[in-house]
């Protein structure tokens, strides 16, 4: 009775877009303002002075993707269909992503209106009625706690002229939910912002890794300002300076130094949350006040070449 009701076709978003959109982004970025950073962080495009056009031009190369992906859908379900003729039938094309950040709620949601119109409205995908987008990449904390992961959901002209197709996607979404979590999905509609993003954690990890993967667990220096901030960055690298350093001063223990180092990574982890450029983190941008702070408790000769007094050996 209900054979050929509900056609459903799966694609998974896999491949890393990472290196392809760092392309882009440096194609196109003044190199006077391009930030000087370690590690890895998000593009601030605020802080460029074509951040706009630099957006519109990454949003349209992942646009690229799901337009590719929503059209070999159409494809198939109008192949299907001109096979097995149906009068009442729901077509729903459903992208799954558990991997990749860059495909956030937002840019896909902007996506999917974007390609599924056509000049005047009119569909470009004739044969998809609906587009669901599941992301377990993405999450926000709900008020009770819990931790909820994005769906995204399209309905095409057709759900409107046709309102019961859409029972069929609330149910899809329903019984997602109730596989991958246990209990009804939380309506929550808005434009897709304000989601965190899942960090994956391998079965091995290094040293550094784990501290940076501890720290966004526990963002403890969020609090401060970026003016503290870069006093304390300022401090770690002063005090771990008593291991790495050559001078007459008795060196702190294996543990000790351990600890300073985790403090200077999980300060550059703050530092790259806020998009801050090392170079604005210099300690000449620092006051005597703090400077002297940076310094406190060290040996002379060590605040010595630190202040660049006396040369590092």
């Known amino acids: 009775m ?10 998974h978003l896999e491949t890393d877009q990472k290196d392809r959109l760092n392309d882009t982004y440096q194609k196109n970025v003044d190199p006077e303002e391009h930030p ?6 998000p593009i601030d495009l605020d802080k460029l002075s074509n951040g706009k056009q630099i957006g519109e031009v990454l949003a349209s190369k992942l646009s690229q993707t799901i337009e590719t992906q929503l059209r070999k859908a159409n494809r198939q379900f109008g192949d299907y269909l001109s096979r097995n003729p149906r009068k009442n039938s729901v077509s729903i094309c459903v992208f799954l992503n558990s991997r990749l950040d860059e495909f956030s709620p ?13 000049p005047g409205g009119e569909p470009r995908f004739p044969s998809i009625d609906a ?6 990449k993405h999450y926000q904390m709900l008020p009770d706690g819990r931790m909820a992961f994005a769906i995204v959901i399209y309905g095409g002209a057709s759900i409107v002229e046709q309102y019961w197709k859409s029972e069929f996607i609330d149910r899809v979404v329903q019984k997602w939910s109730h596989f991958r979590t246990g209990g009804d999905p939380v309506d929550r509609s808005h434009d897709g912002s304000g989601f965190e ?6 079965e091995r990890m290094t040293r550094s890794d784990s501290w940076r993967l501890a720290y966004k667990r526990n963002p403890y220096l969020r609090g401060m300002t970026d003016q503290e901030l870069k006093v ?3 401090r770690c690298v002063a005090l771990n300076s008593l291991s790495f350093v050559i ?3 008795t060196k702190p223990t294996h543990e000790e130094t351990a600890a300073g180092m985790k403090r200077f990574t999980d300060a550059l982890e703050e530092i790259n949350k806020r998009s801050l450029d090392m170079r604005d983190v210099s300690p000449k941008f620092l006051s005597a006040e703090e400077r002297s702070e940076v310094h406190r408790g ?10 660049g007094n006396r040369p590092a050996q």
Do not use: C
Not at 131 to 136: C, D, L, P, R, S
């Open 2 to 11: 209900f054979r050929d009701l509900v056609l459903i076709e799966m694609k």
């Open 36 to 41: 000087v950073f370690f590690g890895s962080r």
């Open 106 to 118: 937002q840019v896909v949601l902007h996506s999917i209106h974007r390609k599924m119109k056509g």
């Open 131 to 136: 587009v669901i987008y599941i992301t377990e």
């Open 197 to 202: 993003v899942v960090e994956d954690v391998p």
């Open 232 to 234: 304390h960055f300022n």
């Open 247 to 249: 001078g007459d001063w």
């Open 298 to 307: 060290l040996p002379e000769e060590l605040v010595a070449m630190l202040s």
